[in-house]
């Protein structure tokens, strides 16, 4: 997320927000927000009730939640998702930011 934090104004520019969704308890993540300085709100999901309404894939094996981003329109359409397999399958900033012109 260090490299999210620092291409952030890039996302701005396009008139993009990000949210990052993690299964983190609310005190931890907050912790984190804080210690990092993250500059795009972060949601709190220990429950898993946001990744289960956009089908994130979870492995026992790969021990979590595997990586998903996703491109949710003003209106709520949601106009890319990218499931990862690892958590080495993360498209980079660059190749979102892309997409993002090619919407």
């Known amino acids: 997320m260090a490299q999210l934090r620092q291409d952030y104004s890039k996302f701005e520019e396009k008139n993009t927000l990000v949210v990052a969704v993690g299964p983190e308890d609310r005190e931890a993540f907050a912790k984190y927000w804080e210690e990092n300085d993250m500059p795009f709100p972060g949601i709190p999901d220990p429950e898993h009730r946001v990744a289960d309404l956009y089908e994130q894939k979870v492995s026992i094996i790969k021990l979590g939640r595997m990586p998903a981003q996703l491109i949710i329109d003003i209106g709520g359409i949601v106009r890319h998702i990218h499931y990862g ?18 919407l």
């Open 85 to 102: 397999n690892s958590m080495k399958d993360i498209p980079t900033d660059e190749e979102i930011l892309e997409l993002l012109d090619s």
